[in-house]
Nanobody
Framework: QVQLVESGGGLVQPGGSLRLSCAAS????????MGWFRQAPGKEREFVAG????????DYADSVKGRFTISRDNAKNTGYLQMNSLKPEDTATYYC??????????????WGQGTQVTVSS
């Protein structure tokens, strides 16, 4: 079993930055591909970014490409999502997940509880 805890969310002005963290405990973090998803009220959960087990392959949704960066430190059992040039439409609850990977939520076995990101002036 793996437990995931996200942190780093908050209120930020448009154009600002935040770094989300995802701390994992339990089974080996590096055994899994990692993904970040987000869900806004009334909308489906959507893929934001994904990383292979050792970070050599990274994938991004078109809406965040060039602004967000996914990374991971397997020695610390922690993943990150650096978010720059934030826009109001980035407002959502952000979730990290571990599993087989891909852009569909069904590809992930373990989920955190989410952290709220609000982009507003």
């Amino acid at each position: 079993q793996v437990q995931l805890v996200e942190s780093g969310g908050g209120l930020v002005q448009p154009g600002g930055s935040l770094r989300l963290s995802c701390a994992a405990s339990g089974r080996t973090f590096s055994s899994y591909n990692m993904g970040w998803f987000r869900q806004a009220p009334g909308k489906e959960r959507e893929f934001v970014a994904g990383s292979s087990r050792y970070g050599s392959i990274r994938d991004y949704a078109d809406s965040v490409k060039g602004r967000f960066t996914i990374s991971r430190d397997n020695a610390k059992n922690t993943g990150y999502l650096q978010m720059n040039s934030l826009k109001p439409e980035d407002t959502a609850t952000y979730y990290c997940a571990l599993g087989n990977g891909g852009v569909a939520p069904s590809g992930y076995y373990y989920w955190g509880q989410g952290t709220q990101v609000t982009v507003s002036s």
